[in-house]
């Protein structure tokens, strides 16, 4: 499949009262065209700042220390401010995890839906209101004609996230971010969402990059996942591979901690016993080796190797390749 954003050896650190935070090291995935790549982490992983850098909307005190981020073989790190706000206007668009906090409380929908808009100047103001009742009722808004007038506040959580989602997807993006899209909304509302999401990506043959704690929730929606653990990527593969054939041994225990794991969406992360890494300080060996049950005393020091996979995801891993190998590791998963 085509690469639509390619993710290289990305690292960002952040400047902070305590020195700086190694957030993201050496992020490299790359994001294929027409599917939905997961990334699922623990908060503090690093999983939302890889989507803000993809946006290029990184906080002030976060400093790019080296990498790429190649959409369409351009390198969003190297745009400038005019042609990031272009690509982020037209082809890369964002939902929000609360969009009581991400919309406009004070212009109705047809207002802040003309903004995004504001680009087309070849469109009328009756075509462009055409094209947002359209998008409204396409992720199922009833009676959208009337409803495009009213404001933020008088619709329910549900229907708010489905307003950012028609905001989102107005001007037909090539690549739709999502972060914890579904974590402001009950059980019955995640659900629909869900739904609406999957419809939507086969619809519209969307990209989407959706980041979530909620691993029920990437078993059921996406195509890929990326797992994260303190600011790097220890695992990609496909949502079969990582749900039904981990290979890494912080992958093993988000699931083994779970048994009912798939598809089940109200499911959060597990909690895995042990210290995650202090990132102001100069990291050695494995990033998981403080809470890794498999650690040998060479996980301390030694970076592990990237283990491929004949799908091109891979796991870092001592077990899995090199003078380390464990043969008999991973034992398999009794799914
Ligand atoms: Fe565990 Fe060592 Fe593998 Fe790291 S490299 S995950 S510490 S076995
Ligand atoms: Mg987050």
Redesign the pocket.
């Given at each position: 499949p085509e690469t639509l954003l390619d993710i290289r050896n990305l690292s960002v650190d952040f400047r902070t009262a305590r020195g700086r935070v190694k957030a993201l090291r050496d992020i490299t995935f790359p994001v294929s065209k027409g599917r939905i790549m997961g990334i699922v982490g623990e908060s503090g992983s690093g999983k939302s700042t890889v989507l803000w850098s993809i946006l290029g909307l990184l906080a002030g005190n976060a400093e790019v220390m080296g990498g790429e981020i190649l959409f369409q073989d351009d390198d969003m790190l190297r745009m400038g401010p005019t042609a990031m706000r272009a690509t982020r206007g037209e082809d890369i668009s964002v939902v929000f995890q609360d969009p009581m906090t991400s919309q406009i409380p004070v212009l109705n929908y047809a207002r802040q839906m003309f903004d995004i808009l504001y680009r087309r100047r070849n469109m009328t103001k009756a075509e462009k209101r055409k094209a947002a009742v359209e998008m409204m009722r396409k992720v199922g808004i009833p009676d959208p004609e009337s409803r495009i007038d009213q404001y933020p506040h008088h619709f329910s959580g549900g229907m708010r996230q489905r307003a950012g989602i028609a905001m989102a997807l107005l001007t037909g993006p090539k690549l739709l971010l999502a972060d914890e899209p579904t974590t402001a909304l009950d059980v019955t509302m995640e659900a629909q969402i869900i739904n609406l999401l999957r419809e939507l990506q086969s619809d519209l043959e969307a990209t989407i990059v959706l980041v979530s704690h909620n691993l029920g929730l990437i078993a059921e929606l996406c195509d890929d996942v990326v797992v994260m653990y303190a600011g790097e990527v220890?695992e990609v593969g496909t949502v079969h591979e990582i749900f039904h054939n981990a290979q890494?041994?912080?992958t093993r225990a988000l699931l083994e901690c779970d048994p009912a794991r798939i598809s089940d969406v109200s499911r959060k992360l597990p909690v895995i016993p042990g210290d995650i890494p202090d990132l102001t300080k100069p990291q050695q060996?494995?990033?998981?080796?403080s809470r890794?049950?498999?650690?040998?005393p060479?996980?301390?020091t030694v970076e592990?190797p990237k283990a491929m996979r004949a799908s091109g995801g891979y796991a870092?891993?001592?077990?899995?390749e090199g003078p380390?190998r464990d043969p008999d590791w991973p034992p398999p998963l009794d799914v």
């Open positions: 220890v890494h041994p912080y060996g494995c990033i998981f080796a890794c049950q498999r650690r040998m060479e996980c301390r592990p870092n891993c001592h077990l899995l380390l």
